[in-house]
């Protein structure tokens, strides 16, 4: 039945491709067409790196050997799966199948999440990016870390105090089938439903950036300057709302010259901790119980620890 | 949405992947580097879909000829269907497939191009030989950032850009600057750089912007006017038009 539905909305978009073409050439269409499928393009091949390796995980990583690697007690796995993000060169869309496969694996809760918030934050190839973007400020780096490690940190051991398990959709921890079926069709066959579970809401994702980011007004940033409060929450706010890749940000962060380090730290610290791209993401993959409740709580933590490590990197500076 | 509708619609998502590799329209999305993950992740999509059609074939051949039912095919039992998301996907491949949206251009500019492309201070490297060297609009701001008084300030250069209308223009300079778009991961991140155009002769006198029928490309040779592109002026160099030529649209059309 969806077959047919699928090639018939496969027919009717061709037959109706002129129209379509000139609906989208008008103006502010036609830009968020352009980054709509920018996001989608650039995010794709690492959403299918992350169900990549979330099938390896499934298919030949027994839950026992996963238990023998972490600490048992969730407190002390939350830091060690938080630096396990900091080897593994993932962006936010990567993460988020792997996360999830972890929890499907029995990883606890508390020490998934805290995986899902470093990797895309902290690992080699975003510190380097930022080193980059602000050759005159080397302690954004290390700024940059230690926001995202707290971020990380703080929010995995605070589920560990208020999290429930029924917040996470049940058909997370439905193990694959041990039924005889050869382990790399439950490979492809996880990555197969990953990729379409996840790629649904990624795609969600990017509309909502794309359009967020023709809507955003430019005078946002207009007169921030003298307003360090304003600039922080405006920034923390920008930062969800263009869900740029957490490879890219710190480029746009640099640019942002008129304004204080400590707000454009704000943004590199939540940016790849929340933003509606991820939400959505997050939401396919634990169900909308639960990124209702993660997104807010990350987003408070996030700020919070930028502004704590951004006022004592930065001093009197930021 | 059902197994065989998944499988169709990988093929289709791994399709339009390979495609805009193929024929070069990821780079108006994308930076040159990301050929490689992006053709990479449209195979994926496509095996792994292949693998599951010729799963399902084999498991479906076996079911008919145990007992010719044709109610329970492979897989029955497991929970492979997909929830109404995963429809979400068929919207970039019609926007790949129909459609190809076009790279930004002065279209865009004032929109998401509010923001001024980070300018790097890179050290004065000696120009490139000859005459007239052509050099990127990025470089020639960080240069001019570097050093006001430095060798593009002396020496003449080629720059390529699009026509837009200029902002907040010193006295003395066209009504048009010259821009170009930098993108650091892919287009959502993309901002612009400029100069303003300082133009004695009225050479561009007549000379508008690029509008909705398209972008106006055009390579301006001459030199930085000295001290100009500093945070006074927020980092936008006036270059001093020596001449200038209409040019297609370069390839990539970003800079990087």
């Given at each position: 039945m969806s077959l047919v539905v699928l090639c018939a909305t496969l027919l009717v978009a061709t037959a109706l491709q002129g129209p379509l073409v000139r609906l989208l050439d008008v103006g502010v269409v036609r830009t968020a067409a352009t980054v709509f499928v920018a996001v989608c393009v650039q995010a794709l091949p690492f959403l299918v790196l992350g169900t990549l390796l979330s099938g390896a995980l499934a298919a030949w990583v027994s839950p026992a050997v996963l238990r023998r690697v972490l600490p048992r007690r969730p407190a002390l796995a939350v830091p060690v799966a938080g630096a396990a993000g900091l080897v593994l060169p993932g962006c936010e869309c990567a993460s988020v199948p792997v996360a999830r496969r972890l929890v499907a694996q029995g990883v606890p809760e508390a020490a998934a999440l805290a995986f899902l918030l470093a990797a895309p934050a902290i690992n080699p190839v975003v510190l380097v990016a930022t080193a980059v973007a602000f050759p005159d400020h080397p302690e954004m780096v290390g700024a940059r870390l230690l926001g995202s490690a707290a971020t990380a940190v703080g929010v995995g051991w605070l589920w560990t105090r208020v999290g429930r398990a029924e917040w996470i959709a049940a058909r997370v921890r439905r193990p694959p089938p041990d039924d005889g079926t050869p382990r790399w069709a439950v490979f492809a066959e996880t990555v197969r439903r990953d990729v379409v579970d996840a790629g649904g809401f990624l795609v969600v994702g990017g509309l909502a950036a794309a359009v967020m980011t023709v809507v955003v007004p430019a005078s946002w940033l207009d007169g921030l300057a003298g307003h360090l409060v304003l600039a922080c929450a405006v920034m923390a706010l920008l930062a969800v709302l263009l869900a740029l890749c957490s490879e890219a940000d710190a480029f746009v962060a640099a640019s942002l010259s008129t304004l204080p380090l400590l707000p454009r730290l704000v943004f590199l610290v939540v940016g790849p901790a929340v933003d509606v791209k991820l939400v959505a993401l997050q939401a396919g993959a634990f169900g909308k119980a639960f990124a209702a409740r993660f997104a807010p709580l990350t987003f408070v933590v996030a700020v919070t620890s930028a502004v704590v490590v951004g006022l004592v990197v930065f001093g009197g500076a930021g | 949405m059902s197994r065989d509708s998944q499988h169709v619609l990988l093929v289709l998502v791994g399709g339009v992947l390979v495609k805009i590799v193929a024929d070069g329209s990821y780079l108006r999305y994308v930076r040159p580097w990301s050929a490689v993950p992006v053709l990479a992740a449209g195979v994926v999509l496509i095996t792994v879909a292949v693998v599951g059609i010729v799963r399902d074939l084999r498991g479906r051949a076996v079911v008919d000829g145990h007992d010719h039912g044709d109610g329970a095919g492979p897989e029955a039992g497991h929970d492979s269907r997909a929830g109404p998301s995963a429809w979400m996907l068929v919207l970039p491949v019609l926007a790949l497939l129909l459609v190809v949206p076009p790279a930004l251009g002065s279209a865009a500019v004032g929109g998401v191009g509010a923001r001024a492309a980070p300018v790097s201070a890179v050290a004065d490297d000696p120009?490139?030989?000859?005459?007239?060297?052509?050099?990127?609009?990025?470089?020639?701001?960080?240069?001019?950032?570097?050093?006001?008084?430095?060798?593009?300030?002396?020496?003449?250069?080629?720059?390529?850009?699009?026509?837009?209308?200029?902002?907040?223009?010193?006295?003395?300079?066209?009504?048009?600057?010259?821009?170009?778009?930098?993108?650091?991961?892919?287009?959502?991140?993309?901002?612009?750089?400029?100069?303003?155009?300082?133009?004695?002769?009225?050479?561009?006198?007549?000379?508008?912007?690029?509008?909705?029928?398209?972008?106006?490309?055009?390579?301006?040779?001459?030199?930085?006017?000295?001290?100009?592109?500093?945070?006074?002026?927020?980092?936008?160099?006036?270059?001093?038009?020596?001449?200038?030529?209409?040019?297609?649209?370069?390839?990539?059309?970003?800079?990087?």
């Open positions: - | 120009l490139p030989a000859g005459e007239a060297p052509a050099l990127g609009l990025l470089d020639v701001v960080s240069r001019a950032a570097a050093d006001p008084f430095g060798q593009v300030t002396t020496r003449e250069v080629t720059v390529t850009g699009f026509l837009v209308p200029a902002r907040h223009p010193p006295p003395g300079t066209a009504t048009v600057d010259l821009a170009r778009w930098v993108i650091t991961c892919c287009a959502a991140d993309a901002a612009t750089v400029r100069v303003h155009l300082a133009d004695p002769q009225g050479q561009l006198r007549d000379q508008g912007p690029g509008g909705p029928e398209g972008d106006r490309w055009v390579a301006v040779r001459g030199r930085v006017v000295a001290g100009t592109g500093t945070p006074a002026d927020g980092h936008v160099p006036t270059l001093a038009v020596t001449s200038w030529s209409p040019v297609a649209t370069p390839d990539p059309v970003y800079e990087y």
